[in-house]
């Protein structure tokens, strides 16, 4: 299997390890993993498991190939949606656990990507449109002061 950089408009902002996106390589492209809240609510509706506990079993590996293929797809899909991209908006969770099945590492190579992208939402590192968060850090000009 070959693997290719996935075509996307010069419009369009590919997805980044600079700006911490996780993506997932599925028959040779790279598919962006974006939790917004509309994917979040569809993969709960579609896993019939709350956000929390798909990172939980995530964390611990135990995510069926069902859910990680609902949740690939969702997130997949969300990332089309906002690159206008439709043919990665179109995604369909079966076929994408076809390609995680096919993919070098196959579940736990894909298992891998979905454990950082839900721990990140769970904990609040994502917007509601499933952008990452800057990352904040508080300064000050004045010196610690010691007890």
Do not use: H
Request: charged share 25%.
């Amino acid at each position: 299997m070959t693997k290719a950089k996935l075509t996307v408009d010069d419009a369009v902002r590919p997805e980044s390890e600079e700006r911490g996106e996780v993506a997932i390589t599925l028959d040779g492209e790279r598919m962006v993993l974006r939790p917004s809240y509309e994917a979040i609510e569809a993969f709960e509706a579609g896993t019939g498991k709350a956000l929390i506990v798909l990172a939980q079993l995530a964390a611990t590996r135990s995510l069926s190939l069902v859910e990680c293929s609902i949740v690939a797809c969702e997130c997949i899909r969300a990332w089309g949606r906002a690159t206008n991209n439709r043919g990665m908006a179109g995604a369909n969770s079966r076929r994408i656990a076809e390609l995680i099945l096919d993919s070098d590492g196959g579940v736990m190579e894909a298992m891998s990507s979905l454990t950082a992208v839900l721990a990140l939402a769970a904990t609040g590192k994502y917007t509601a449109s499933g952008e990452l968060k800057p990352v904040t850090t508080k300064t000050t000009d004045e010196a610690p002061v010691a007890g």
